[in-house]
């Protein structure tokens, strides 16, 4: 008889609860640098990256911190 402990999660029951996990890190920490980088930003801008951030998982995160962030760095002159 094969007996299955009922306390313990399956094994995709781990992986989605570290998929959603890792999901909410990347979207706090999105938020986050939105949030620093807001003065560089109308207000307009910042809405948009907002609601994009936490309307599209995963790819809302990351595009803003692989394009959004730096779109409008300034430019240093020497």
Avoid: F, H
Avoid at 17 to 30: D, K, N, Q, R
Avoid at 49 to 69: E, F, I, N, S, T
């Amino acid at each position: 008889m094969d007996t299955v402990n009922p306390l313990l999660p399956a094994g995709y029951d781990i992986v989605w609860s570290v998929v959603a996990l890792v999901a909410a890190v990347l979207a706090i920490v999105a938020l986050v640098s939105l949030m620093r980088s807001a003065r560089r930003l109308t207000a307009t801008q910042a809405l948009v990256w907002v609601l994009v951030v936490l309307l599209v998982p995963v790819v809302g995160p990351a595009a803003w911190l692989a394009a959004g962030r730096r779109a409008r760095m300034p430019r240093r002159e020497a």
